[in-house]
């Protein structure tokens, strides 16, 4: 069975810009979670969609949203870049309690 | 008052080694206990979950939950150089919120053949 696969893998961007971020679970996983990963921070929670719905929301601002498709595909967008947005952008998609984290997204933001 | 503290590290041992990694938590409502492991630049790889307190044992690791203590802990026996990475503990509450996870900041761990 394929794994949770994310595109771009690498991302520079400037200050102001706009970057969305792509993510498709496990085939027959319905709940897509995101993070963000810092070294100052480690891994943070963002949000969880399930069935097209937000259904969990972590202590971000309103830059970062996202949203899922019919066919369980997530996006998460991040508006107006600050530097310290900087991170490994991380999706995990599970059936049930366990949560399978795919490589990720590298944004760089300068 | 971090909700999982969990030490940074760096850990180093021998080939062979017996490896201990621990995390302490602050909320009670915490039920699903995980641990996973990173890799540089890659995302992490579940290792071990649990649910509530007990063992659980799958080939060389070993998880273990005492929610009475609020702490887990996962032994690695007879550790391979393959083994060097950084570990991270998670957890979630039970019901509707059991999808977020909350991490420790994660262990680096190095084997050293």
């Known amino acids: 069975k394929a794994g949770v696969t994310q595109t771009p893998r690498y991302l520079i961007k400037t200050r102001g810009q706009q970057v969305t971020l792509s993510c498709s679970p496990i085939?027959?996983?319905?709940?897509v979670s995101w993070y963000q990963q810092t070294p100052g921070q480690g891994l943070q929670f963002l949000f969880e969609y399930f069935s097209e719905t937000q259904r969990n929301k972590g202590n971000f601002p309103g830059r970062f949203s996202g949203r899922q498709f019919s066919n369980s595909r997530s996006e998460m967008n991040v508006s107006t870049l600050e530097l310290g947005d900087s991170a490994l952008y991380l999706c995990?998609?599970?059936?049930?309690?366990?949560?399978?984290f795919g490589p990720g997204t590298r944004l760089l933001v300068l | 008052q971090k909700e999982v503290e969990q030490d940074p590290g760096p850990l180093s041992v021998p080939e062979g080694a017996i490896v201990s990694l621990n995390c302490t938590y602050s909320?009670?409502?915490?039920?699903?206990f995980m641990w996973y492991r990173q890799y540089s630049r890659k995302g992490p790889e579940l290792l071990m979950y649990t649910y509530s307190s007990g063992n659980k044992e799958d080939g060389r690791f070993t998880a273990q939950v005492d929610k009475s203590s609020k702490y887990i802990s996962l032994f690695i026996r007879d550790s391979q150089p393959s083994d060097s990475a950084t570990y991270l503990c998670?957890?979630?509450?039970?019901?509707?919120?059991?999808?977020?996870?909350?991490f420790g900041k994660g262990t680096l761990l190095t084997v050293n053949p």
């Open positions: 995990a998609s599970s059936k049930q309690e366990t949560q399978y």
């Open positions: 085939s027959g996983h319905r709940s």
């Open positions: 909320n009670s409502a915490f039920q699903y």
């Open positions: 998670a957890m979630s509450r039970s019901g509707g919120s059991n999808y977020k996870l909350t």
